[in-house]
């Protein structure tokens, strides 16, 4: 069986887990995308494997797309409010990967 994984990663870590998966002998297919909590680039990667390569490729997607701190600004509040806004600044967590794994029927390849 045939499966699919999408990798949901950021930016920083897109091209050095390309290399790294790549390497492997995983073919991969990279997409350009956008978060929506931090407005920052992502990259969305779609890996085919055999069902008994799934672990192997999260295990590489975990060692490349560490988490870490972050500390951004709080976003201003939504128009049309009125007073003063004082921006502050948060700390949040960011890195890491959402990964999907899909079950797929057919896989063909021309």
Known sequence: ????VIAVVQDDYAEDLTDVITEAGYGVTKLATTGGFLKSGNTTLMIGVKKEDVDNV???IKDVCK???QVVTTPPPVTGSTGIYVPYT??????GATIFVIDV???IKI
């Not at 069986?1 to 699919?4: F, G, P």
């Not at 948060?90 to 890195?95: A, D, R, S, T, Y």
């Open 1 to 4: 069986m045939v499966k699919l």
């Open 58 to 60: 999260i295990s590489i």
């Open 67 to 69: 988490k870490r701190n």
């Open 90 to 95: 948060v700390e949040v967590e960011v890195g």
């Open 105 to 107: 029927d057919q896989f």
